[in-house]
């Protein structure tokens, strides 16, 4: 369920989800559900093929990595 996957967000330093994870569910990557630090999020885009707007580019909530090719 959603809150323990927050929870487990909370033990984390980092999470790192591809391109297409985020294209397909627009996930914020946090730990907002319960008490705790927000993991780095890493998102993986060889391609670059994702825009601005998804929730992991769009708030501050947390530190962000986006990791593309040149």
């Known amino acids: 369920n959603i809150l323990h996957l927050h929870r487990m967000r909370a033990l984390c330093d980092a999470v790192v989800v591809g391109a297409g994870t985020v294209a397909a569910d627009d996930p914020q990557l ?11 999020r890493v998102v993986l885009d060889p391609s670059r093929r994702l825009g601005s707007g998804f929730k992991v580019f769009a708030d501050d909530l947390a530190e962000t990595i986006y990791m593309t090719t040149a």
Do not use: A, D, F, Y
């Not at 946090?30 to 780095?40: F, S």
């Open 30 to 40: 946090t730990t907002r559900k319960v008490p705790g630090p927000h993991p780095l």
